[in-house]
């Protein structure tokens, strides 16, 4: 659903392009259909072109966090010796051992869970229940052990998450309806005894619109403080596998791969060991695929003179008695309008300045 902010329509930017073209109609009508092109192909292009830009748009930025700062909790918690995690917006991890385990740190850690929809692990969904029992399907090989205490968070259905509480008064926090695994079949399912309304399947929900990374932070489950222990990381474009400590004083993250299929492929610097990270992601969202002349365009109506001039530099390549001059003139006027757009983020004060991630003691 459209935000409130955001009312322009591919039809309204046709409209604008004919007014300056001499009316000419850039969606052809061959006789039997109306194929709504060229301006179909002009509008998607200029939303490609200007979310492809290395600006973070702020209309255009999500979030892979948790509570309090994203109560949909789409983050993803590390697990020993691991460095490449599969994503899909929900995971499951614990932050304490069962007493009856002796490795301790092979049960801590999280693991993301399978799509509801056509899970690539095959079965038939990502969480079910039936009979009592809630059996979860993971994405990659789960740590737990039966005891465990397990946390499940970003589910496409909310019955299944568990809860982050905080007190700023006392400046404590918690995860709290939490699971006790009864069963493990095998390393990529779990079992919990099912709790009130939780007789439909779960799971989910897909990371279908990431575009490029913006920034990550770690923050630490385990504790109990609030706020929660935070440090930054640097998310790079890509790593090479590395099973050792590298002994950087600062983590790093890329994106390796999208599967296109709501599954992302994170790569972290190096593994970690038993101690459990949260990963939390800021990203810009894709472009999305315009169909319609009612689609709405997924820029705000403040800055929708950006897309606009944009638009109509590219629809002057289809414009009958439009020279080179005037094209040209045209993309510099769109150039003008970026600019413009982009110097409104500029006027706020980032309040940033240049510090070193450790005192100089430390080297």
Request: glycine share 10%.
């Amino acid at each position: 659903m459209p935000l409130l902010n955001q009312s322009t329509t591919v039809q309204n930017i046709i409209d604008q392009l004919g007014l300056h073209t001499n009316l000419q109609n850039f969606f052809v009508n061959n006789g039997i259909v109306v194929t709504f092109e060229p301006g179909m192909t002009i509008c998607n292009k200029t939303n490609q072109m200007l979310l492809a830009k290395s600006k973070s748009w702020k209309f255009n930025r999500c979030e892979l966090s948790g509570p309090p700062n994203n109560p949909a909790g789409n983050f993803f918690v590390t697990q020993y010796g691991l460095q490449d995690y599969l994503h899909a917006g929900a995971c499951a991890f614990s932050i304490a051992a069962p007493a009856s385990v002796v490795s301790a740190s092979a049960t801590y850690g999280g693991v993301g869970i399978d799509l509801k929809a056509a899970p690539v692990g095959g079965g038939t969904a990502a969480i079910t229940s039936a009979g009592g029992t809630v059996t979860v399907q993971t994405l990659q090989q789960h740590p737990f052990a039966i005891g465990s205490t397990v946390y499940l968070s970003g589910c496409v259905d909310a019955v299944y998450n568990s809860v982050f509480t905080f007190n700023g008064f006392t400046a404590s926090s918690a995860w709290t309806n939490g699971y006790v695994v009864t069963a493990v079949p095998d390393l990529f399912h779990f079992q919990f005894a099912a709790g009130a309304g939780q007789t439909i399947s779960s799971g989910a929900p897909g990371i279908i619109n990431w575009g490029w990374g913006e920034s990550a932070y770690l923050t630490d489950p385990s504790s109990q403080a609030f706020p929660q222990p935070i440090s930054k990381m640097d998310l790079v474009d890509r790593l090479a596998p590395s099973y050792y400590s590298s002994g950087e004083p600062t983590p790093r993250i890329c994106m390796l791969l999208d599967q296109n299929n709501g599954i992302l492929k994170f790569r972290l610097g190096e593994p970690y060991g038993s101690m459990p990270i949260q990963i939390n992601l800021v990203y810009q969202a894709r472009a999305t695929k315009l169909l319609l002349p009612t689609d709405i365009i997924q820029w705000p109506d403040n800055l929708s003179f950006c897309f606009h001039e944009t638009a109509l530099w590219l629809a002057y390549r289809f414009a009958k008695s439009v020279g080179a001059k005037e094209t040209q003139i045209q993309m510099q006027t769109a150039q003008a309008a970026i600019m413009s757009c982009l110097q409104g983020d500029d006027n706020e004060d980032s309040g940033q300045t240049l510090v070193p991630d450790r005192g100089l003691m430390s080297f």
